[in-house]
C-alpha cells in the first residue's frame, strides 16, 4: 500500500511531507525540523525531475536529511548560543559588586550578613559592627566581599 502511494504522487508526496516538516518548524521552532523539509524537497524536485524508484527516494531522503541538519548546526549553531547584553544575568551575585547597603548582621570573625533589596546575603570582610554602610567589592567562595564606605580617603 505504501508502495502504491508513493509510486502514484512520485514526487509530490515528498513536496508535500517538505512542506507539512516546514509548517512542524514554524508551529515549533528550534531549528531542527526545517532540516528534514529541505531534505524532503530536494528529494521532491530529484523525483520530478528524474525517475527514481521509492527505495532510492527513501534512501536519498534519509542520507540529505542527515547531510542537513550536520551542516545546519554547523553553520548556523551558533547562533543559539550568543551571550546576552547583560552577561550576568543570571549571575545573582556577580550582580551585586558595586552595591552599597548596610550590615544587617555585625561582621566578626570575617563573616556576616548583609541585606540588599529583598535578600540577606552572606560577606565577607573585615570585623564590622551591624548597620555598617558596605559596598560590595567582589564574590568569593559564594559569599560577597564587602568593605566600609568611606574608609579610603577618610
Do not use: C
Not at 524532503?40 to 524536485?45: I, K, P, R
Not at 549571575?91 to 552599597?100: F, P, S, V, W
Not at 567582589?138 to 566581599?145: F, K, S
Amino acid at each position: 500500500m505504501f508502495e502504491s502511494i508513493i509510486a502514484a504522487l512520485g514526487g509530490w508526496a515528498w513536496a508535500v511531507l517538505g512542506l507539512l516538516l516546514a509548517a512542524v518548524e514554524l508551529v515549533f521552532p528550534g531549528a531542527f525540523f526545517i532540516w528534514f523539509a529541505v531534505a524532503a524537497m530536494v528529494v521532491a524536485v530529484l523525483t520530478l525531475a528524474f525517475d527514481i524508484g521509492w527505495q532510492a527516494q527513501a534512501l536519498l531522503f534519509v542520507v540529505l536529511a542527515i547531510a542537513a541538519v550536520f551542516a545546519g548546526r554547523r553553520i548556523y549553531g551558533h547562533l543559539g548560543r550568543t551571550p546576552s547584553a547583560d552577561g550576568l544575568l543570571n549571575d545573582r551575585t556577580a550582580r551585586q559588586i558595586g552595591r552599597i547597603g548596610r550590615l544587617e548582621e555585625g561582621i566578626s570573625s570575617g563573616l556576616g550578613r548583609l541585606r540588599l533589596d529583598d535578600t540577606i546575603w552572606r560577606v565577607t570582610g573585615p570585623d564590622l559592627p551591624a548597620g555598617t554602610q558596605v559596598k560590595v567589592v567582589a564574590v568569593r567562595d559564594g559569599r560577597l566581599a564587602v568593605e566600609a564606605v568611606g574608609e579610603v580617603g577618610g
